[in-house]
């Protein structure tokens, strides 16, 4: 190999697999550590902000001669979908689906206990789907003249996430976390915000062409369903949430979190 050969400058700018697991173990023990008036305001913010995706995508659905199984209109609500995560992402707000990862890092390093897991994904969890009742409340309730997106929209966008079997939504809601994980491990590695964009869009852009339940995006876009149509029903919600929360822990918890550590102590990287 010659000195002008570029390929040890390439290789170098590649960060180290230990290295982006010793910085996702530092960040989810610096959430740990946080006050809980902290994660509270920080979940609900989260909440809030993710419901923009969902509202885009009913603003598209409404505007588009098409509809879902349209490949325009599949991309074009796909990436509606990934704005509201590039907003809490970016502004780094506390989303569950992240610290299905983060979190779980620590615990597996020995930095922090089961109770302490416990305490971050319970308050990130339930301020993100208060702050995503409220959006709904907000854009449903009380803007009913809101006018860029109809009724129909809304039911349309829920029903493609109730309408499947118990076993879809917690196997789905796997997949969904899965991905979720990966975003938190490979923002570790990303160096600048262009390339943090870039992630953020292709993983949360995937999860909404494949209409995986996220079970706090998907919280507001079912309950704009909740709100607007007669056909989603409070039983429709709470086995969403229960099957897709679930879900989302389990796959970023295990197929990321516990494979990734496992894999970088044993010398991987």
Same mark, same amino acid.
Not at 70 to 82: H, M, N, Q, R, V
Not at 89 to 111: D, Y
Not at 116 to 137: D, E, K, P, Q
Not at 150 to 161: M, R, V, W
């Given at each position: 190999?010659?000195?002008?050969?570029?390929?040890?400058?390439?290789?170098?700018?590649?960060?180290?697999?230990?290295?982006? %697991?010793?910085?996702?173990?530092?960040?989810?023990?610096?959430?740990?550590?946080?006050?809980?008036?902290?994660?509270?305001?920080?979940?609900?913010?989260?909440?809030?902000?993710?419901?923009?995706?969902?509202?885009?995508?009913?603003?598209?659905?409404?505007?588009?001669?098409?509809?879902?199984?349209?490949? *325009?209109?599949?991309?074009?609500?796909?990436?509606?979908?990934?704005?509201?995560?590039?907003?809490?992402? =970016?502004?780094?707000?506390?989303?569950?689906?992240?610290?299905?990862?983060?979190?779980?890092?620590?615990?597996?390093? *020995?930095?922090?206990?089961?109770?302490? %897991?416990?305490?971050?994904?319970?308050?990130?969890?339930?301020?993100?789907?208060?702050?995503?009742?409220?959006?709904?409340?907000?854009?449903?309730?009380?803007?009913?003249?809101?006018?860029?997106?109809?009724?129909?929209?809304?039911?349309? =966008?829920?029903?493609?996430?109730?309408?499947?079997?118990?076993?879809?939504?917690?196997?789905?809601?796997? %997949?969904? #976390?899965? %991905?979720?994980?990966?975003?938190?491990?490979?923002?570790?590695?990303?160096?600048?915000?262009?390339?943090?964009?870039?992630?953020?869009?292709?993983?949360?852009?995937?999860? *909404?062409?494949?209409?995986?339940?996220?079970?706090?995006?998907?919280?507001?876009?079912?309950?704009?369903?909740?709100?607007?149509?007669?056909?989603?029903?409070?039983?429709?919600?709470?086995?969403?949430?229960?099957?897709?929360?679930? #879900?989302?822990?389990?796959?970023? *918890?295990?197929?990321?979190?516990?494979?990734?550590?496992?894999?970088?102590?044993?010398?991987?990287?």
């Amino acid at each position: 190999m010659t000195d002008s050969d570029p390929e040890p400058a390439v290789a170098s700018k590649q960060t180290p697999a230990p290295t982006i %697991l010793e910085s996702v173990i530092e960040s989810g023990q610096h959430e740990m550590e946080r006050e809980t008036e902290g994660l509270l305001l920080s979940g609900f913010s989260a909440g809030l902000d993710i419901g923009f995706g969902p509202l885009l995508m009913a603003v598209l659905l409404t505007l588009s001669d098409g509809g879902y199984g349209d490949l *325009g209109t599949e991309l074009l609500l796909a990436s509606a979908y990934a704005v509201g995560f590039i907003f809490v992402i =970016i502004a780094r707000s506390e989303l569950f689906t992240e610290h299905t990862t983060l979190a779980v890092m620590p615990v597996l390093a *020995g930095r922090a206990s089961i109770a302490n %897991l416990a305490r971050v994904w319970g308050l990130v969890w339930i301020s993100n789907v208060i702050g995503g009742a409220v959006f709904t409340i907000f854009v449903v309730v009380l803007v009913p003249d809101f006018g860029v997106a109809s009724a129909d929209a809304f039911g349309i =966008i829920a029903h493609e996430l109730v309408d499947h079997s118990v076993r879809w939504l917690f196997v789905a809601g796997i %997949l969904a #976390g899965w %991905l979720m994980g990966l975003v938190a491990w490979l923002l570790a590695a990303a160096q600048e915000t262009t390339s943090r964009l870039v992630i953020i869009w292709l993983v949360t852009a995937s999860i *909404g062409m494949l209409h995986l339940p996220h079970s706090i995006a998907g919280n507001v876009e079912v309950l704009f369903g909740l709100v607007v149509s007669t056909d989603v029903t409070v039983f429709d919600y709470a086995k969403f949430l229960l099957l897709s929360t679930v #879900g989302n822990a389990i796959g970023g *918890g295990v197929f990321v979190a516990l494979l990734k550590y496992g894999h970088v102590v044993r010398g991987g990287g």
